[in-house]
């Protein structure tokens, strides 16, 4: 079936801005997961939904940032007031019941703050 | 807090040479260890995890928890193993030895394999 699924592949936004990416997980993953991927920090955990849980939102790294799952499936990543630090492709990943199985990551999105 | 660390960003070897990536973490409790590849215009993908003691593509890694090490081997690299290689960790908690959701990466190796 088809994997999981970011949009908009590329984003490029103006400095303070707020930005919206989305994620479709693979159907019937419970677990979701948001890593950002930047030259200088490598691959960064974000924040992390499993289920009717609260997320563990232990990894974002500004109140600027904020995500939500709706009904269980598609997620959003807003980035409000967008800084040019914030350019880096955002990768989303789930799995099957969370923490004990692989997770497929998306292709990502590409997100440049000029 | 745990750590993972990968000290080399860039490793070149030549096709049929053996090739290692390494991989350290600090954590003082039960890890959890991958290796994550992403070839070139491609997804992250998972490559092997520790407790599955498989080789995959000829890649294998044994977790050593003296040395805090997780190395990835392979004894004769290929031009197609080209590709970015993640270390990541996950912590074990609980008394039924779940891992916690999510991955702490390293930095990442770029391994390049000349024909």
């Given at each position: ?23 479709d ?15 200088g ?74 | ?10 490793l ?31 997804r ?40 970015m ?27 390049t394999?000349?024909?």
């Amino acid at each position: 079936g088809a994997g999981v699924s970011q949009s908009p592949s590329n984003k490029v936004t103006e400095k303070g801005k707020d930005v919206e990416l989305r994620c479709d997980p693979i159907s019937g993953h419970t677990a979701l997961y948001w890593y950002r991927q930047s030259l200088g920090q490598g691959l960064e955990f974000l924040i992390y939904f499993q289920g009717n849980s609260a997320p563990d939102k232990s990894g974002l790294p500004s109140d600027r940032f904020s995500a939500e799952r709706t009904g269980g499936s598609v997620s959003t990543l807003t980035i409000q007031r967008t800084q040019q630090e914030d350019s880096a492709v955002y990768l989303c990943a789930s799995s099957l019941q969370g923490s004990s199985y692989e997770q497929y990551f998306g292709p990502g999105t590409r997100l440049t703050v000029t | 807090a745990q750590r993972v660390t990968q000290p080399e960003k860039l490793l070149s070897v030549f096709k049929g040479a053996p090739v290692e990536l390494k991989c350290n973490y600090s954590y003082s409790g039960s890890p959890e260890l991958f290796w994550y590849v992403q070839y070139s215009r491609q997804r992250l993908q998972l490559l092997l995890r520790h407790i599955s003691r498989e080789s995959i593509k000829g890649f294998t890694a044994d977790l050593n928890k003296g040395e805090t090490s997780f190395h990835l081997k392979k004894p004769f690299a290929q031009e197609e193993d080209s590709a970015m290689y993640y270390c990541a960790f996950k912590r074990v908690v609980g008394a039924g030895g779940t891992s916690y959701g999510k991955l702490t990466f390293g930095q990442g190796t770029i391994l390049t394999v000349h024909p």
